[in-house]
């Protein structure tokens, strides 16, 4: 199971994250949010990254070319557009840059269409990001097959395994449910939460119709010089898949 902490807003997080087996680290750069950062900042955090971890910049309805930009400055792995972007600006960013999450609100009807998208990753989130909202999970069942799925919005320690159980994605993102105070991690939430959520996954990977559409993305492997590659391939199990 990939797990992308997001949100991180100081080297101290960042780091934790990575000690408590996080493979990805999500960036903000949406105007108004409690946790947005500068790409000066993030630059100096990544900088202090282990090989081997992904890291995303978070932008809401941002110029393609500002995305780009920020991306390639602070040397980050991809970008997670997390507004209403349309298609054609989602496609002149995924042209530039080696990996790039799409966000959808779980109720969304554009997500139908996403299989055949540009997107490498499509995340489902509650209509109000950030916010901690938990929304109805069986609104995930309807998602075409095909899509390397992660699910977002209100997951927390408690219930990150029934979701995970129920939705069966490819990964999961979290920031408010694994925090003190917004932008301030905690250190238990944060074991809690990764712990559960690998063993979860780890359980659906035992089923073997899953294997396919679960295994992890090997930064390895990626063809574009992403480096690293997810926690999980490092694990006991079914090889990474490489994503083209």
């Given at each position: 199971?990939?797990?992308?902490?997001?949100g991180?807003?100081n080297?101290?997080d960042?780091?934790?994250?990575v000690?408590?087996g996080?493979d990805?680290?999500?960036?903000?750069?949406?105007a108004?949010?409690p946790r947005?950062m500068?790409s000066?900042?993030?630059?100096d955090?990544?900088?202090?990254?282990?090989p081997?971890?992904?890291?995303?910049?978070?932008?809401?309805?941002?110029r393609?070319?500002?995305?780009?930009?920020?991306v390639?400055?602070?040397?980050?792995?991809g970008?997670?557009?997390?507004?209403?972007e349309p298609?054609?600006?989602?496609?002149w960013?995924?042209a530039?840059?080696?990996?790039?999450?799409?966000?959808?609100?779980?109720?969304?009807?554009g997500?139908a269409?996403?299989?055949?998208?540009?997107?490498?990753?499509?995340?489902i989130?509650s209509?109000?990001?950030g916010t901690?909202?938990v929304?109805?999970?069986s609104l995930?069942e309807g998602?075409?097959?095909?899509?390397?799925?992660?699910?977002?919005?209100g997951?927390n320690?408690?219930?990150i395994?029934?979701a995970?159980a129920?939705v069966?994605?490819?990964g999961?993102d979290?920031?408010?449910g694994?925090?003190?105070?917004?932008?301030?991690k905690?250190?238990?939430?944060?074991?809690?939460?990764i712990?559960?959520?690998?063993?979860?996954?780890?359980?659906?990977?035992?089923?073997p119709?899953?294997?396919?559409?679960?295994r992890?993305?090997d930064?390895?492997l990626?063809?574009?010089?992403?480096?690293?590659?997810?926690?999980?391939?490092?694990?006991p199990?079914p090889?990474?898949?490489?994503?083209?």
């Amino acid at each position: 199971m990939f797990v992308k902490i997001c949100g991180i807003t100081n080297e101290e997080d960042a780091l934790l994250s990575v000690a408590m087996g996080a493979d990805a680290l999500g960036f903000i750069f949406a105007a108004g949010s409690p946790r947005l950062m500068s790409s000066e900042h993030v630059r100096d955090i990544i900088k202090r990254i282990p090989p081997g971890i992904a890291t995303f910049g978070v932008f809401r309805n941002e110029r393609p070319e500002r995305v780009v930009e920020i991306v390639q400055r602070c040397g980050l792995s991809g970008a997670q557009l997390h507004g209403h972007e349309p298609i054609t600006e989602v496609q002149w960013v995924r042209a530039r840059l080696s990996f790039v999450i799409q966000a959808f609100a779980a109720h969304d009807r554009g997500i139908a269409a996403a299989a055949a998208g540009p997107a490498d990753v499509v995340l489902i989130d509650s209509p109000a990001p950030g916010t901690g909202q938990v929304f109805d999970w069986s609104l995930a069942e309807g998602i075409p097959g095909g899509l390397r799925l992660m699910l977002a919005g209100g997951l927390n320690p408690e219930n990150i395994a029934a979701a995970i159980a129920q939705v069966r994605p490819w990964g999961v993102d979290v920031a408010t449910g694994v925090e003190s105070a917004p932008g301030r991690k905690d250190a238990r939430k944060l074991r809690r939460f990764i712990s559960s959520a690998k063993e979860a996954g780890d359980a659906l990977l035992a089923e073997p119709q899953n294997v396919e559409t679960l295994r992890p993305y090997d930064w390895d492997l990626d063809g574009e010089g992403n480096p690293g590659q997810s926690r999980d391939a490092e694990r006991p199990g079914p090889p990474s898949l490489r994503i083209v």
